[in-house]
């Protein structure tokens, strides 16, 4: 079966102006039976995709049995959790120094006399903190994705992965553009929703597993745990390295109300300009999500359920319980189900209807997302797609009037 590999510029980081320092790149299975009847993207969610050869065969295995093209990319962050490394990249640990400061406190206040510390270097205090086995410490730090990336949060990402799409039909592979599919679970169930959100008329379909339909304040650093590292008596408590903040509502990287509303799912004004956009035919959504799942609560999913539909969407959800567990496709109650990409993709696939379009690229469609301060547009052509961001003419017209 013909694989093709490559990649590209990502998008620039049209938010805060952060150069791009890591190349997206992409691999594709294509079917060696004539034109291909549509197109998937598989997105696996933070660091599930560790196995390079798995994943390679989860594609061809796919492309084969349904005739598609099957895309892997690895956009913005998607190298996020310390595991991921390969070579050439990797995932480091930023240990905050005043959780070391507070570890080492608390054993001078337990009678320690820090015998075997040598020195202030890190890790030579890591090395003393294990020495203390009768001990137990938390220490909070940061999970620093390779090439200055930061967790953005999915536009990028998204974005990312749109304009490999056009990148491939650029490329002349051939195969039906009214059905490109887009298949996720968790954080990758979240992008896929998200580039449907950006190219509505593109997107025939997403399937997710346990996707959440906003942000997630503890993967921006805004309180909460992220990921948690053991190394013997150490406990990691981490995020991501993010370059939002949300503490100086003045400051150019303050994490506000419309830097939210772009990347929620289910805001009425953007799904309204969504389905306004999507023509007679609108994107089919196929979701699975556990009844007990601590991260993202089903009440959330069922509510996102019931806007898609207001708005005219094809959108089932799957409720997962304990009579569901069959510990082959679906292994457990909490978060992303230990559902696979490829079991997932076979649960849903068959339930799509295929029915012709023109895409985005073709009806140069433009997406103007507004917020309170701020609108946010998505522009596609036939040379890919653009996104920006620009003052709410309202509120510069209260600027104006307020410098006048």
């Known amino acids: 079966m013909p694989s093709i590999s490559g990649s590209l510029s990502g998008h620039e980081d049209f938010e805060l102006g952060i150069p791009r320092k890591v190349p997206v790149t992409f691999e594709a299975e294509i079917p060696p039976n004539g034109p291909a009847d549509g197109l998937v993207f598989l997105i696996p969610g933070f660091g ?4 390079e050869a798995y994943t390679r065969l989860t594609r061809r295995q796919i492309a084969a049995k349904y005739n598609l093209v099957v895309v892997s990319v690895r956009a913005h962050c998607h190298f996020c959790r310390p595991k991921q490394s390969i070579p050439g990249v990797s995932v480091s640990i930023e240990i905050d120094p005043w959780s070391i400061a507070k570890a080492i406190g608390a054993l001078v206040l337990q009678g320690d006399n820090l015998d075997g510390l040598r020195s202030a270097d890190e890790k030579d205090t ?8 009768d001990h137990k410490f938390s220490l909070s730090a940061a999970l620093v994705p390779p090439g200055e990336d930061y967790q953005n949060f999915g536009v990028l990402a998204a974005l990312d992965h749109l304009l490999v799409l056009n ?12 059905n490109v599919i887009t298949a996720g679970t968790s954080h990758g169930g979240y992008i896929a929703h998200l580039m449907q959100k950006f190219a509505p008329n593109t997107i025939s379909a997403v399937i997710e ?20 590292a053991i190394d013997a008596n150490i406990e990691f408590v ?3 390295k993010t370059a939002w903040s949300n503490e100086n509502i003045g400051a150019p990287n303050y994490f506000g109300i419309d830097q939210a509303r772009i990347r929620n799912l289910c805001d009425p004004d953007h799904l309204e300009m969504v389905s306004g956009n999507a023509g007679s035919r609108k994107t089919q959504f196929r979701m699975i999500h556990s009844c007990h799942d601590r991260l ?19 959108a089932d959800l799957q409720v997962v319980d304990e009579a569901d567990v069959d510990g082959k496709i679906i292994t457990t109650l909490e978060h992303g189900l230990g559902i696979g990409l490829h079991s997932l993709f076979d649960r849903f696939y068959p339930t799509l209807t295929r029915k012709p379009t023109q895409t985005d690229r073709d009806l140069k469609t433009r997406l103007c997302f507004s917020g309170n301060r701020t609108i946010y547009v998505i522009d596609h052509s036939q040379s890919g797609v653009i996104a920006s961001i620009s003052a709410n003419s309202r509120e510069r017209a209260k600027s104006d009037a307020l410098s006048a």
């Open 48 to 51: 599930e995709d560790t196995d």
């Open 126 to 133: 890591l090395r003393f903190l294990k020495s203390r086995k």
């Open 167 to 178: 990148k491939l039909i650029d490329d002349g592979v051939e195969f039906d553009q009214s």
């Open 209 to 228: 597993s346990s996707a959440y339909p906003e942000t997630v304040p503890a993967y921006l650093g805004f309180g909460g745990v992220e990921y948690r």
């Open 238 to 240: 981490c995020t991501t």
């Open 296 to 314: 993202v609560s089903i009440d959330l999913k069922h509510h996102q359920t019931n806007v898609l539909r207001s708005y005219g969407f094809d």
